[in-house]
């Protein structure tokens, strides 16, 4: 059963930070240099199909790979170990991932319709760091850390 949560938060991390990707690297700086918010707008409109089932996937097999490594969730927030304080990292990078999401969601899409894609693009490149983050503390469980 483990090897098949992994696989699914495997794929999951590999559309959601794949996707954010693009979007940092190919559209984000197309839709600048055109001054085009419907570029950016139609990227996340096709994206948020795959991406947010995908988000859903890795949160809820993150739950349950912490709970396969780490069975007690009081010891999640512990910092007692390398896997808790792995786990406390996940958890903080989903609650900025969560934050910067409905900040861009509430506050700068209905903006984005009127105004220059630039104010979103600080948005796009912290939410692609935050899920290359997620990736190399995900890897960091396998081999034993970075920190």
């Given at each position: 059963?483990?090897?098949?949560i992994?696989?699914?938060?495997?794929?999951?991390?590999?559309?959601?930070?794949?996707?954010?990707?693009?979007?940092?690297?190919?559209?984000?700086?197309?839709?600048?240099?055109?001054?085009?918010?419907?570029?950016?707008?139609?990227?996340?409109?096709?994206?948020?199909?795959?991406?947010?089932?995908?988000?859903?996937?890795?949160?809820?097999?993150?739950?349950?790979l912490?709970?396969?490594?780490?069975?007690?969730?009081?010891?999640?927030?512990?910092?007692?170990?390398?896997?808790?304080?792995?786990?406390?990292?996940?958890?903080?990078?989903?609650?900025?991932?969560?934050?910067?999401?409905?900040?861009?969601?509430?506050?700068?899409?209905?903006?984005?319709?009127?105004?220059?894609?630039?104010?979103?693009?600080?948005h796009?490149?912290?939410?692609?760091?935050?899920?290359?983050?997620?990736?190399?503390?995900?890897?960091?469980?396998?081999?034993?850390?970075?920190?």
């Amino acid at each position: 059963m483990y090897s098949l949560i992994l696989l699914l938060h495997i794929l999951g991390a590999t559309i959601w930070t794949g996707g954010h990707i693009v979007l940092s690297c190919v559209i984000l700086p197309q839709a600048i240099r055109e001054q085009s918010p419907a570029r950016l707008m139609s990227f996340e409109t096709g994206f948020e199909k795959l991406g947010i089932p995908a988000l859903v996937i890795q949160i809820l097999t993150g739950f349950g790979l912490a709970y396969f490594l780490l069975p007690d969730p009081a010891g999640w927030f512990s910092g007692g170990n390398v896997v808790s304080r792995l786990i406390l990292i996940k958890l903080g990078l989903l609650v900025l991932t969560i934050i910067f999401a409905l900040d861009a969601r509430i506050r700068l899409f209905p903006k984005l319709k009127q105004g220059h894609p630039v104010t979103l693009a600080y948005h796009i490149i912290l939410v692609t760091v935050l899920s290359v983050l997620f990736v190399v503390t995900g890897v960091a469980f396998r081999t034993g850390g970075y920190f």
